[in-house]
């Protein structure tokens, strides 16, 4: 006999019939409970635990429709196979609409019965991990997971937990490393429609050629590289969240089909003939100014305003100094458990200098600079010796803010600075300064280029 493999009840008032099921079921290694009387099987099954339920559909007392009801009311994993001698079509309809697994018309095969089973067991194994996932994610992205000491933190979470619930479309901005994806994440697992997808999407990262493909999908043959029919991500969002992140670098023509999208709420696949209908809730995040985008006539006026229904800005890491220290001891703890460490604290020097840095990459900086600090750690508490070479000594007096401020830079020219400043100290290693300034080396690339292209000789000046 082999291992058993789930809990069955089978309910049947027929006790040949019932005691032929429950031999066929232990023989092939399940764990059998049996009911006659189908009064006493929905007491039993409304205060046990089962993998799997066979019912017979006509019994006297309660019947097999009744008995499939209660049971998804009060247990709604539970599979329940219908068995019947009057087969028909309308009883097989009546029972997936009220949510049997399957319906077997006696006489049926005992080998069908067994493999009936088997699906049932893994179709529950599989919703109770799906739904196990769920419950893992939306605890990570609840609001009691978020760090917010300072007021303009508070502001935020409080004015995110009333946007949850609303459809409207929301636009987040921030400086690089605010945090814009996981305040979308927290919307859409705190919503009502966190049981689908939250489909992110890095507007920057991806070439225009590619860009409406990977959003609206294409037809097989749609163009050359088009061998095999792709769904895109407003599909794979359909009824959950689309993050667009990066929006503002979005190309012009793409920009005109999103609004096209979100007035009418269906896509057109490239190569497709028709249209199909979509309903996603689109969140967006930029760092750039949106507004001074459309009077460069480089975003449409349009589209943000159907983007921006509801705005959320982040503020920036120096401006919510409360929070600095209880997210530098939670990346520490992140840290401590991945690497396997055992650093327990920070030295009162390393938290002063924590405190004291400007922090131009924000909470993502943050997260880096401890991990760096662990990484580098000897003992169980973090020195400031351990913290990166921007960190780690004492910073210039009257430092890069304030000279920001004598000279009167703008933010671009101040993050024009800051990132040639760290590629001076980390000798031109540009994977090393993406990861200090906390953004993608593409990105990192991108910028330098512009700032070649302006000024040929900036490398030098600065």
């Known amino acids: 006999m082999a291992g058993h493999r789930g809990q069955v009840l089978i309910v049947e008032d027929d ?3 019932l005691a032929l099921l429950k031999d066929v079921c232990e023989d092939s290694g399940f764990r059998v409970d049996t009911e006659e009387n189908s009064h006493r099987a929905l007491r039993r099954v409304e205060a046990e635990h089962f993998d799997v339920v066979v019912s017979d559909i006509e019994m006297v007392g309660v019947k097999g429709f009744d008995l499939l ?32 697994f399957d319906y077997l018309t006696k006489p049926f095969d005992m080998e069908e019965l067994l493999v009936v089973i088997e699906k049932a067991l893994e179709n529950r194994y599989l919703k109770s991990e799906v739904l196990r996932l769920q419950r893992e994610v939306q605890g990570r992205y609840g609001f009691s997971q978020v760090i917010a000491k300072s007021d303009a933190m508070k502001g935020v979470l409080d004015l995110v937990s009333r946007v949850c619930d609303n459809p409207s479309n ?15 994440r927290l919307i859409h697992y705190n919503g009502p429609r966190c049981q689908k997808a939250f489909v992110p999407i890095n507007c920057a990262a991806i070439p225009e050629s590619l860009l409406e493909s990977e959003l609206f ?63 996603v809730r ?3 995040a930029t760092k750039k100014d949106l507004r001074s985008l459309v009077q460069q006539d480089v975003f449409r006026e349009d589209l943000y305003f159907r983007l921006n229904v509801i705005g ?15 997210l530098a001891h939670l990346f520490l703890e992140g840290c401590c458990e991945r690497f396997g460490k055992k650093v327990r604290a920070m030295s009162p020097e390393t938290i002063k200098r924590l405190v004291e840095y400007p922090w131009p990459g924000n909470v993502r900086e943050l997260q880096n600079a401890v991990e760096h600090a662990v990484s580098l750690a000897e003992g169980d508490v ?9 960190l780690g000594e004492e910073q210039d007096t009257p430092g890069l803010v304030a000279r920001a401020a004598q000279r009167r830079y703008t933010v671009s020219e101040l993050e024009r600075v800051y990132i040639m400043k760290i590629l001076d100290e980390t000798g031109g290693n540009k994977t090393r300064a993406a990861q200090i300034l906390g953004m993608d080396r593409k990105t990192l690339y991108r910028k330098l280029h512009e700032y070649q292209a302006t000024d040929p000789s900036s490398r030098r000046n600065i």
């Open 69 to 100: 009801e209660r049971i998804k009311a009060c247990s709604p994993l539970t599979p329940v196979i219908l068995i019947t001698a009057f087969g028909s079509i309308e009883s097989a309809i009546k029972a997936m609409k009220l949510g049997a």
């Open 170 to 184: 929301i636009l987040i901005t921030g400086e690089t490393g605010t945090g814009k994806e996981m305040i979308a």
């Open 15 to 17: 006790r040949e019939m």
């Open 382 to 390: 973090i020195s400031p010796g351990d913290l990166p070479p921007v």
């Open 312 to 326: 959320i800005k982040l503020p920036p890491l120096r401006e919510r100094q409360e929070d600095i220290i209880p």
């Open 282 to 284: 689109v969140v967006s």
């Open 217 to 279: 999908g294409h037809h097989k043959g749609a163009f050359t590289d088009a061998k095999v029919s792709k769904k895109g991500l407003f599909v794979e969002a359909d009824g959950g969240t689309l993050f667009l992140d990066e929006v503002g670098e979005m190309p012009l023509p793409i920009q005109a089909k999103i609004l096209r999208t979100i007035e009418d709420r269906e896509i057109r696949p490239l190569g497709q003939t028709r249209s199909m209908k979509v309903d």
